[in-house]
């Protein structure tokens, strides 16, 4: 909840705020309030990420049992790291969503504002469109002799294991 919600409240303002006729309509002043209201939400849903990785809860490890994927999953065969590559672009986008944001906000200058607003929004808007394709992973297999289910299991993020879906 503490990542989803705001999650979701950040998605709602951020289409809110780049809408061209938002502004037109609601004026400069709301534009400021929304945009605040945005990062703060941005504020909220990142201490929900924090903890989701703090606690080793991303979705490759707690809902895929550790699979990331077959190109993180080759990289990390090949290259030893302390934490598996996916955590380390995981951390690298939450890292450039605050950055942006917080540029975003501080800078006065119209045409550089929107460029920082568009870079912030399509951080976000990257992990907001990757939840169709979690949830069709869980939804799709069902009825099929294809499982994307892993056995549950307590993963660790720095661990090495493999899944497959052919398990």
Not at 110 to 136: D, I, L, M, T
């Amino acid at each position: 909840l503490t990542h989803a919600l705001p999650g979701a409240a950040w998605c709602v303002l951020s289409a809110w705020q780049l809408h061209p006729r938002s502004r037109e309509v609601a004026g400069a002043t709301w534009h400021r309030w929304g945009g605040r209201a945005m990062l703060l939400a941005a504020a909220a849903l990142m201490w929900g990420y924090a903890l989701i990785d703090a606690n080793g809860l991303p979705a490759d490890v707690h809902d895929f049992g550790g699979h990331a994927g077959g190109l993180a999953d080759a990289i990390d065969a090949r290259v030893y790291g302390p934490v598996p590559v996916n955590a380390v672009g995981l951390r690298g986008l939450a890292a450039w969503f605050v950055f942006t944001g917080v540029q975003t906000g501080k800078t006065a200058v119209f045409s550089e504002h929107k460029k920082w607003a568009a870079r912030h929004v399509a951080a976000g808007a990257w992990v907001a469109a990757q939840r169709p394709a979690y949830s069709g992973a869980f939804v799709y297999p069902r009825g099929t002799n294809v499982s994307f289910h892993p056995p549950h299991r307590s993963v660790s993020i720095r661990s090495r294991s493999r899944w497959s879906p052919f398990d």
